[in-house]
């Protein structure tokens, strides 16, 4: 997504974060991605919206040039600051999209296996800005653990993308949109998988110029939680388009 300063933030590819490599190996050697443990199976989400513009499978037996990805996919985003941004989910054990594809952020995209130059089942993640492969934790947010103190994660002057606080309070009904269909229908959905509309606490408000709201609440913390985190998953929170109000 993009914040409202325009900075990026990329979502985890995969569901746990655990880094087994950073952007640079243990031994100080270069390698330009990261990698996150995974068994092979593990779903593999696109990182932002975009157009799949490059996928590979692997041949089954070379391990050298864009064969040492494997099975692999990349995904071109807007541009970043007037240059080209691009990632790629590399070692997979099948893609599911294909070039041409386009594709929402968290879409399912592939998943994880041990294809090409891999020692072992894991995700390899990389950024591209401008045609270089970049340090990929800086362009996600901080959510994340390393297998070992060894793992390399920040350079000097680099962090972790800020993601926006999620609003809180004890009881509260929170005002989504307005929405486009798809995000209206994933809210109703919601609305369903927590028994809201089931108790007359969910309702799609329209007006006069057609643009529709989700009224859901009152919720319990708990609930307005999972409730926030899906309007940020969807790029709502940061556009401003979630209204928190407590119940008086």
Request: charged share 15%.
């Amino acid at each position: 997504m993009r914040l409202t300063n325009g900075t990026v933030l990329l979502s985890w590819p995969l569901a746990q974060h655990t880094l087994t490599a950073g952007n640079y190996y243990n031994d100080g050697s270069a390698h330009n991605a990261i990698d996150l443990r995974a068994a092979v199976g593990t779903p593999v989400y696109a990182a932002e919206d975009g157009t799949v513009d490059w996928v590979q499978t692997w041949d089954g037996k070379t391990l050298t040039g864009n064969q040492s990805y494997g099975t692999a996919v990349r995904i071109r985003h807007a541009d970043y600051a007037g240059k080209t941004l691009q990632t790629r989910y590399a070692h997979l054990s099948q893609a599911l999209v294909r070039p041409g594809d386009n594709v929402r952020e968290g879409q399912l995209i592939g998943y994880t296996g041990n294809t090409g130059n891999s020692t072992g089942p894991h995700l390899h993640f990389e950024v591209i800005w401008d045609g270089v492969r970049r340090n990929p934790l800086v362009w996600l947010d901080g959510d994340f653990n390393t297998a070992s103190a060894a793992v390399y994660t920040y350079g000097p002057g680099e962090g972790p993308v800020q993601r926006p606080a999620l609003p809180t309070a004890p009881a509260q009904i929170l005002v989504a949109g307005p929405l486009s269909d798809g995000d209206l229908a994933i809210f109703g959905k919601l609305a369903d998988w927590l028994g809201l509309r089931s108790a007359g606490l969910y309702a799609v408000e329209v007006y006069d110029n057609g643009a529709r709201t989700a009224v859901l609440g009152p919720v319990s913390a708990g609930d307005a939680q999972i409730i926030c985190r899906v309007a940020d998953w969807l790029g709502l929170v940061e556009q401003g388009l979630l209204q928190v109000e407590v119940p008086e």
